[in-house]
Nanobody
Framework: QVQLVESGGGLVQAGGSLRLTCTKS????????MGWFRQAPGKEREFVAG????????DYADSVKGRFTASSDNAKYTVYLQMNSLKPEDTAVYYC????????????????WGQGTQVTVSS
């Protein structure tokens, strides 16, 4: 059974930090890269960051560039999203997802999704 499990969300004040974790488990699926997306109430799910397994190749949405950092630990099948200088507009449910193609900003190129973790930033 394929699973992606996120953790690390919560409530934080503006300017604060959180680190999200996503661990994949299960056999029978290949993953070339991982992505982080978020969805705020009433809005479309949007790309936040992408990272290729093994590190070295990352991509960020302009809205988070310089504040968020994606990283991976291949041995633990885990990816992280370090979020610093958080703003109220970062409030959303954050999802990690797996893709068999290069790290993409297109959510439809991702095969598996986690259940999401809520991030709330108060002003």
């Amino acid at each position: 059974q394929v699973q992606l499990v996120e953790s690390g969300g919560g409530l934080v004040q503006a300017g604060g930090s959180l680190r999200l974790t996503c661990t994949k488990s299960g056999r029978g699926f290949s993953s070339y890269a991982m992505g982080w997306f978020r969805q705020a109430p009433g809005k479309e799910r949007e790309f936040v960051a992408g990272i290729r397994w093994g590190g070295g190749v990352t991509d960020y949405a302009d809205s988070v560039k310089g504040r968020f950092t994606a990283s991976s630990d291949n041995a633990k099948y885990t990816v992280y999203l370090q979020m610093n200088s958080l703003k109220p507009e970062d409030t959303a449910v954050y999802y990690c997802a797996s893709t068999r193609v290069a790290a993409s900003r297109n959510r439809y190129e991702y095969d598996y999704w986690g259940q999401g973790t809520q991030v709330t930033v108060s002003s």
